[in-house]
């Protein structure tokens, strides 16, 4: 609709909107994030949903034990290789549409930690995430703005068939859980979910 | 015109009945329309096993539990239950009456009955449980005082 008419309309005291914006308003305020922290992260995020910052005015504060009834998962802190398959399970479980923020240094690259053994250098190596949000941890305001961040994509989101989201959805779905080899997680990583940039590329 | 009775007095019982019948059922059959209009139902062995906090699901969940822990957990809940009412009871001991002190004692020794029972059976003796074939085919009850 043209966006004249419609403020001209709301002038009048008419409001207009379509389908889809109503649909994506309500989806994009009502987001139920997985309840579970991995490290420092979480009490960041613990301290976003309480009433100081109060998590509640972006309609997201209602973390859900079970994946089942969650939309989004905060992975807030270090993924170590003996925790990544069950993220990834549990971001398996959880259903479509969902959304992933990667909270903090740890979650997005490994962090402080990235040359240790044990820690995975991003959990985006196998869950696609929609924010990445840096710092060590991230204050509770940068928590908030990646909600805010998130609502404006799902904002942009289509009702209908998209053939490109159907199309990843099915990828996402076919993507394996890693399993614990014996050096590494195998596979290390998901090659269609993660691209290495150039600069990330290990140097002989 | 005036709101009256209408003619069937449990008409509006029906009304109501349905009515609240229908506030249940017509969100869930248009949730159900919905996701299949917008969603294509994508399953998959991982997004259907049963939830464990994100493990991988035992393989066999339906394994049944010995029954012998149904007798620790009465003999645990003879010595809970007294301890949680001797331990005040002992704080006002002095001050009791006759009459509280003989009410405490029919139930502490209600509570022995039980402990003497177990212990008559045997039940107090730990044994290190035999897996037998199926798991819980292990009978209840022991002999004597073995």
Same mark, same amino acid.
């Given at each position: 609709?043209?966006?004249?008419?419609k +403020?001209?309309?709301?002038?009048?005291?008419?409001f207009?909107?379509?389908l889809?914006?109503?649909y @994506?308003w309500?989806?994009?305020?009502?987001?139920?994030?997985?309840q579970f922290?991995?490290?420092?992260?979480?009490?960041?995020?613990?301290?976003?949903?309480?009433?100081?910052?109060d998590?509640?005015r972006?309609g997201?504060?209602?973390?859900?034990?079970s994946?089942?009834?969650?939309?989004?998962m905060?992975? +807030?802190?270090?993924v170590?290789?003996?925790?990544?398959p069950?993220?990834?399970?549990?971001?398996k479980?959880?259903?479509s549409?969902?959304?992933?923020?990667?909270? /903090?240094a740890?979650a997005?690259?490994?962090g402080?930690f %990235?040359q240790?053994? @044990?820690?995975l %250098?991003?959990?985006?190596?196998f869950?696609p995430?929609?924010?990445?949000i840096?710092g060590?941890?991230?204050?509770?305001e940068a =928590?908030l703005h990646a909600?805010?961040?998130?609502?404006?994509k799902?904002?942009q989101?289509?009702?209908? !068939?998209?053939?490109?989201?159907?199309?990843?959805?099915e990828l996402?779905?076919?993507?394996?859980?890693p399993?614990? /080899?014996?050096?590494d997680l +195998?596979?290390?990583?998901?090659?269609?979910?993660?691209h290495?940039?150039?600069s990330?590329?290990?140097?002989? | 015109?005036?709101s009256?009775t209408?003619? @069937?007095?449990y008409?509006?019982?029906?009304?109501?009945?349905?009515?609240?019948?229908?506030? /249940?059922?017509?969100?869930i059959?248009?949730?159900?329309?919905?996701?299949?209009?917008?969603?294509?139902?994508?399953?998959?062995?991982?997004k259907?096993?049963?939830?464990?906090?994100g493990?991988?699901?035992?393989p066999?969940?339906?394994?049944? =539990?010995?029954?012998?822990? !149904?007798?620790?957990? *009465?003999?645990?809940l003879?010595?809970?239950?007294e301890?949680?009412?001797l331990?005040?009871i002992?704080a006002? !001991?002095?001050?009791l009456p006759? /009459?509280? *002190?003989?009410?405490?004692?029919?139930?502490v020794?209600?509570?022995?009955?039980?402990?003497?029972?177990?212990?008559? %059976?045997?039940?107090?003796r730990?044994?290190?449980?035999?897996?037998? @074939?199926?798991?819980?085919?292990?009978s209840l009850v022991? +002999?004597?005082?073995s």
């Amino acid at each position: 609709m043209d966006e004249g008419l419609k +403020s001209e309309l709301q002038k009048a005291g008419i409001f207009t909107t379509t389908l889809s914006d109503l649909y @994506n308003w309500g989806r994009s305020n009502s987001l139920w994030p997985l309840q579970f922290g991995l490290a420092c992260c979480a009490i960041e995020m613990i301290a976003t949903s309480m009433s100081r910052y109060d998590l509640a005015r972006f309609g997201a504060e209602v973390f859900r034990p079970s994946p089942r009834q969650a939309d989004l998962m905060i992975v +807030s802190g270090t993924v170590t290789k003996k925790m990544a398959p069950q993220v990834v399970r549990l971001y398996k479980q959880m259903p479509s549409p969902k959304y992933v923020i990667a909270m /903090g240094a740890c979650a997005i690259s490994g962090g402080p930690f %990235k040359q240790g053994y @044990n820690v995975l %250098k991003g959990i985006d190596r196998f869950i696609p995430v929609d924010v990445h949000i840096p710092g060590c941890p991230p204050r509770p305001e940068a =928590l908030l703005h990646a909600i805010m961040t998130l609502q404006r994509k799902i904002t942009q989101d289509t009702l209908g !068939y998209d053939r490109r989201k159907e199309e990843e959805a099915e990828l996402v779905a076919s993507l394996p859980v890693p399993e614990h /080899g014996p050096k590494d997680l +195998s596979p290390s990583k998901h090659d269609s979910i993660w691209h290495a940039a150039p600069s990330r590329k290990v140097r002989t | 015109m005036a709101s009256g009775t209408p003619e @069937n007095p449990y008409l509006l019982l029906a009304v109501f009945a349905i009515s609240a019948l229908m506030m /249940g059922l017509v969100p869930i059959l248009l949730a159900r329309l919905w996701t299949r209009w917008h969603r294509t139902a994508r399953p998959d062995p991982v997004k259907h096993a049963v939830y464990e906090c994100g493990l991988e699901t035992a393989p066999y969940q339906w394994l049944p =539990l010995k029954i012998e822990y !149904y007798i620790y957990g *009465i003999i645990f809940l003879v010595f809970d239950v007294e301890i949680l009412f001797l331990l005040p009871i002992a704080a006002v !001991y002095q001050d009791l009456p006759a /009459g509280a *002190i003989a009410g405490i004692l029919v139930f502490v020794l209600l509570l022995m009955e039980g402990l003497a029972w177990a212990w008559a %059976k045997g039940l107090l003796r730990w044994q290190f449980m035999q897996a037998t @074939n199926s798991g819980s085919q292990q009978s209840l009850v022991r +002999s004597g005082a073995s």
